[in-house]
């Protein structure tokens, strides 16, 4: 075996020498702080938050600068006349307050749409976490068992010298050691990669946040409510509902937004015009120019667009089309929703079953049919296949209790994700 799997052989046979227990809470909260994914989600709520002061600007005014001057001729130049005029659009029919609450919308559906990525990621290291645990105890059982084989190979040696038992049984027995050792390593690698698993939903390599830690795989049962207790709870708080309410929200805004833009926006315009004076004067020709005072000249002036092509209204029907198939999205979110929970709830509730029943029987029974066989074995009062087989049968029993442990609690975990809950295992 690999250095790893040998240290992993030594977790397993002496978990009390390995750090305190790393519970799924203290592990979903590493996951909630380092998650790499989440944190490049979480951008996108920065940027929405950003779309509120952009909203909220008004248009820029505008400068012109304009001169002229008269081209006749004369013995003088005449002066340059400048005008100067600034010039802005003002905003009607509440086009600035429309897009400052179409902005706030759009942050509530980036914060929706984060926090429903995030329940995802609540069920992938749920099922990552789970599956661990599955994996380490079922490698512990399977160690268990191969040392047991070692004993009976050992035991079996020693009464082959004793002459209590035949060569082929000796045989036999170590022939049933070396295969189930391909087990135990097959066991092992499927731990390595389960552990590996919970590495990719931190953001970074889990022996560097939790270096030995030992998996508390104490999995706590979850009290499965009435339905007319969940289904509200589930319309209220699930992701995916709130996504859907959100989206509404943001297109009713925009819906009031493009209402608003059908207003025009009229341009004031405040200008002066100034004009040195000049002398008395003869042009090019001899003809006698007259003079001109000083002069200045202000201005005042409103533009307003004649709007014919407003009369044409395809953005307000395709803005309330979009409008009501947000509604119709919602309530098909809210029909998904209480079915999710209806069929959460019955999955946990036979997983719950499944489970009680080979911790209440099978497990029981099948540990004591292989205790009494090994003593029968060793008493000389069964032979090795009997002991081998009920040996197999208590392990495949085990590795099913194992495989219903991890069933109920992803069962639960589904149950407490459909009603919007964050997962405790």
């Not at 250095?3 to 809470?25: C, H, K």
Request: charged residues 20%.
């Amino acid at each position: 075996m690999t250095r790893f799997n040998l240290l992993l052989t030594a977790w397993l046979i002496a978990p009390s020498a390995i750090a305190s227990p790393l519970n799924f809470d203290t592990y979903l909260a590493a996951v909630e702080k380092n998650s790499l994914e989440l944190q490049a989600q979480q951008t996108s709520i920065v940027s929405a938050k950003a779309g509120i002061g952009i909203a909220g600007l008004r248009p820029d005014p505008e400068f012109t600068l304009g001169a002229t001057r008269e081209t006749v001729r004369s013995v003088e130049h005449r002066p340059v006349t400048w005008n100067p005029a600034i010039s802005m659009a003002i905003e009607t029919g509440g086009k600035r307050a429309a897009r400052i609450k179409a902005a706030h919308s759009n942050v509530a559906l980036a914060e929706a749409t984060v926090a429903g990525f995030k329940y995802e990621l609540y069920a992938t290291a749920a099922a990552a976490f789970t599956q661990a645990c599955r994996t380490r105890e079922v490698a512990a059982r399977k160690q268990q068992t191969m040392a047991a084989l070692s004993t009976v190979v050992q035991a079996n040696a020693v009464r082959r010298k004793a002459g209590d038992v035949g060569g082929i049984e000796l045989l036999q027995s170590r022939v049933e050691r070396d295969q189930f050792q391909a087990d135990l390593a097959q066991a092992l690698g499927e731990l390595d990669s389960a552990m590996l698993a919970l590495s990719p939903p931190l953001g970074r390599q889990f022996e560097t946040l939790f270096p030995d830690a030992q998996l508390a795989c104490d999995f706590a049962a979850y009290e499965n409510k009435d339905a007319s207790v969940l289904v509200p709870q589930a319309l209220d708080a699930r992701s995916d509902v709130r996504i859907a309410r959100a989206t509404l929200d943001k297109l009713r805004d925009g819906a009031a937004l493009v209402r608003a833009n059908r207003y025009v926006d009229p341009t004031v315009t405040l200008g002066l015009a100034a004009a040195r004076g000049y002398h008395d004067g003869v042009d090019g020709s001899g003809n006698r120019v007259d003079g001109a005072a000083r002069s200045r000249a202000l201005s005042l002036s409103l533009a307003i667009p004649i709007p014919l092509s407003r009369r044409d209204e395809g953005d307000i029907v395709q803005a309330e089309a979009d409008v009501t198939q947000a509604m119709l999205a919602l309530r098909q979110a809210q029909l998904q929703a209480e079915t999710q929970v209806r069929t959460a709830q019955r999955q946990l509730r036979a997983a719950q079953d499944r489970l009680a029943r080979y911790r209440d029987g099978v497990l029981v029974d099948a540990q004591t049919v292989v205790d009494g066989m090994r003593l029968s074995y060793v008493k000389g009062n069964a032979s090795l296949l009997e002991w081998l087989a009920a040996q197999r049968s208590a392990d495949e029993a085990y590795q099913g209790y194992v495989q219903a442990r991890a069933d109920a609690a992803i069962a639960s975990t589904q149950l407490q994700l459909a009603i919007g809950q964050r997962p405790r295992l």
